[in-house]
């Protein structure tokens, strides 16, 4: 990891390098927001830009040439490395990630409105998407014959559809931008991001405003209330992961605590993002870093 991070500052091209040739490939392509970051991180705004619009031109003439279409370039540009660039940005020059991923929140879900209000009716257009691309996956399996089945889904999947798909971005922009601050903190401040992301709070004002968020998805159930909360599940549940490493290197437990708990999380996902994100909303009160004492000689 910490050769990739160094061929990335090697130079403008390198890195642009990176950029492009990461940004398609499926888990991948969040190295590729990775190098935006680093690079922005480390030499500034107007570098990043350079650098990243580099990397935008090379994989819109990539894509040219293997499916005939820039179109797909300029949607990773308008929904991951734009947003990227911006984000690192307010972390250069803050140096708090408690302050850049509300940042982060606070832009997807304009967007996430924004896209909403365009559309009219989002349950419309996820239903209309699921019919798109339900039957190819289902056919397999032999449900796609079943009408009733395939109505049952989409009903059920149809309002959520809009939320998954915003909340899958700020995910991978999230971790492209801790990717890109960790590489960061490898080349330049080893242990800086380690001691960084152990003592992230987003705070109780954040936490108070998640509350009120959850409490009106689960009580009006408006599809658009719940859209908006998985937003917040994906920052909170962050969090807690970051809570959860706290917790560990405090307590001086070995590296295989950590192991199992993402084992744990690969397993039950849904579940244990909720249970995340409820003890990161209720920290800044029961504070549990401090309820934990250090293991002397602890990691």
């Given at each position: 990891m910490q050769g990739l991070a160094s061929f990335v500052m090697r130079g403008r091209w390198q890195a642009a390098l990176v950029i492009a040739g990461m940004a398609l490939l499926p888990?991948?392509?969040?190295?590729?927001g990775a190098a935006l970051v680093l690079v922005t991180l480390r030499q500034g705004l107007r570098e990043g830009l350079l650098t990243g619009l580099l990397g935008v031109a090379a994989s819109a003439i990539l894509l040219l040439l293997l499916t005939g279409s820039v179109i797909p370039a300029a949607g990773l540009a308008g929904t991951f490395w734009l947003p990227l660039w911006l984000l690192a940005a307010i972390l250069r020059y803050t140096v708090a990630l408690d302050k850049t991923l509300p940042a982060a929140l606070l832009g997807v879900t304009v967007a996430m409105l924004a896209y909403a209000a365009y559309l009219g009716d989002p349950t419309a257009w996820g239903a209309a998407l699921l019919e798109q691309v339900l039957e190819p996956v289902l056919a397999p399996l032999g449900v796609a014959g079943d009408a009733a089945a395939l109505a049952q889904v989409r009903e059920?999947?149809?309002?959520?559809?809009?939320g998954l798909i915003f909340a899958n971005i700020l995910f991978t922009i999230l971790i492209s931008l801790l990717l890109g601050r960790?590489?960061?903190a490898l080349l330049y401040y080893p242990g800086g991001f380690r001691r960084e992301f152990h003592e992230l709070r987003l705070g109780r004002p954040m936490a108070l405003m998640a509350l009120g968020v959850f409490s009106l998805a689960v009580l009006l159930n408006q599809p658009l209330l719940v859209n908006l909360a998985m937003l917040w599940l994906v920052v909170y549940a962050l969090q807690g992961?970051?809570?959860v490493h706290g917790l560990v290197a405090r307590a001086g437990l070995a590296l295989g605590w950590l192991i199992g708990f993402y084992v744990l999380l690969a397993l039950a996902l849904p579940q244990l993002a909720v249970i995340l994100c409820l003890l990161?909303?209720?920290?800044?009160?029961?504070?549990?870093?401090?309820?934990?004492?250090p293991r002397a000689g602890g990691r």
């Open positions: 888990v991948l392509n969040l190295f590729s059920l999947l149809a309002p959520l559809i809009l960790w590489w960061q992961v970051a809570l990161s909303v209720l920290d800044p009160w029961a504070d549990f870093r401090a309820r934990v004492k």
